[in-house]
Structure formats: C-alpha cells, structure tokens
C-alpha cells in the first residue's frame, strides 16, 4: 500500500451558504449555517487514505470540543492522527461564504496550526510527504530538509519559497494565480497546473507533458475541490501510474469533490477514477 505523511493545517470550517457573496460592506440575510472538519491538510490526508492510501496527519489541534471532532473525522476517513500534537491554542478554524455557484472566499484563522513543533514528530524520513503553506513556513520547511523521499508541496496559499523548497520539492501543485506569482516555477522539474473548469495540465520542466480535462459535473461546491486533486495526484504518481493516467484521474477526483458540498468529500478508491 502507497504510504504518505501529510504536513498541514487542521480546521473546523463555519460554512455560510449563501445566494451571493456579500460585497465591503453589505450584509446578505439568507445563509445557512454548517459546521464541518476542514484545513487543507487534513482535507488532502482524509482524501489520500480514502483514495487508498496508508496516510498520516501531521498537524496540531487545540485542547477543545472542535479538536475531539476533527480527530474523529480524520480517523473516520482512514486517517493515522497518533501524530496530531494537542497545543495550547484552540483549533485552528476556517470562516467560509459559498454562493450558489459554489464559489467560496474564505478567512482562516490559524490557532492551533501556528504552534506544531516539527522536533515532536517521529517518522521514517523515506516516506513521501504532501504538503502545504497553511502553516509556519519553518515547519514546511523541517519536513524538507529530513525527508529523503518526495516532497509534494501544494504551493497553497501562495507565497516566496526559500531555496530549500525549491531544491527538496519534487512536484509542485498550484493553481493559476500561484503559478502566475512564482514565475521560477516554469523551470520546475514537475509542476501540476489546475485549470478550473479547463481541467489541469502536467509540465516536466516547464514542458507540457500531459493534460486532462474536467469531468463534466454539478458544482455544488468548490472548497474542497483543490486538495482532492492534489491528494490524487500524488497518490496516484506515488503509484507508478504515468503522466497522462495520474493527471486524468486527479481531475476525475476533483470533479467529484465540487459535486460533494463538504470540504472532505466521501471519494471511492482511486481505481475508481481510472480509465
């Protein structure tokens, strides 16, 4: 079985739903109010282990209510948490609007996730890692400079990657304004590049190498979406599979995540998605 040890943040996600988003200023007065587990990286790890993968948390949560539900909902999807650290600072949440087009603006507010002391964690350095950039950037950066397997950084949300990162990163997930903010990613050795509704496209090098377009589908929501993708990909590559399967099913992935309206969408195995 594929092993992955995911590096990210853990969040309660309070999702407003709306007809539309409010502009500055304005208040809308028809929201529906959900509670649901969320943060990136504990979105990519439930989607990685319900792909079928073997898949460990690497974050931290607080000592309150949403804690206890956050592990429980790790550990529903499959998910390893005997290395989820528990801090004193609450559970990092998430402040989400989604409009009817499934459209989403979000505001994170990282608690817990800002005090993960990466000396705390006890791995196998051989074991590939998924990470993201929803927590301190000296954490990201400790999992790269110990592991010795691939380091697959989901470059989320944006921002300058120190040489480390670039050096130690062996596949680069990001989305068109993120690969518009880092241009050194064109010469990256393998980049995944989503494309929305257009799908998403694999550069080896700055060379497009594979593309896939989105399945068709109804898009309920688009908040989990991004790391499903990212959790497929790199389980499938983890796999051996090559460019042109991986990429096509990643983008089978995430189309079934915007049809799902829960930042951790229930996904089948990866098999599933092939073909």
Known sequence: MTRLDVLGAINEDVVARVRRAPALGETVADGVLQHQPGGKGANQAAAAARLGAQVRMLGAVGRDAAAAQMRAALESAGVDVSAVQTVDEPTGTALIVVDEAG???????????ARIDPDR????????VLAQLEVDGAVVDHLARTSTG?????VSPARELGQLLWDRTGLFIV??????ALPRLATAPLVALTLGADGAVLLRGGRRVAEAPSAPTSVVSTVG???????ALTVA?????DDEVALRAACAVGAAAVADERSQPALAPLDAYLG
Do not use: H, K, Q
Not at 175 to 180: D, K
Not at 237 to 241: I, Q, T, V
């Open 103 to 113: 459209e989403n603006s979000i505001v994170v507010c990282p608690g817990a996730n």
């Open 121 to 128: 964690f006890e791995r196998d350095a051989a074991v590939p």
């Open 150 to 154: 691939l380091f697959a950084l989901n």
């Open 175 to 180: 989305n068109e304004g993120e690969y518009a």
């Open 225 to 231: 979406a991004g790391d499903a993708f990212a959790a």
């Open 237 to 241: 590559l983890l796999r051996g599979l």
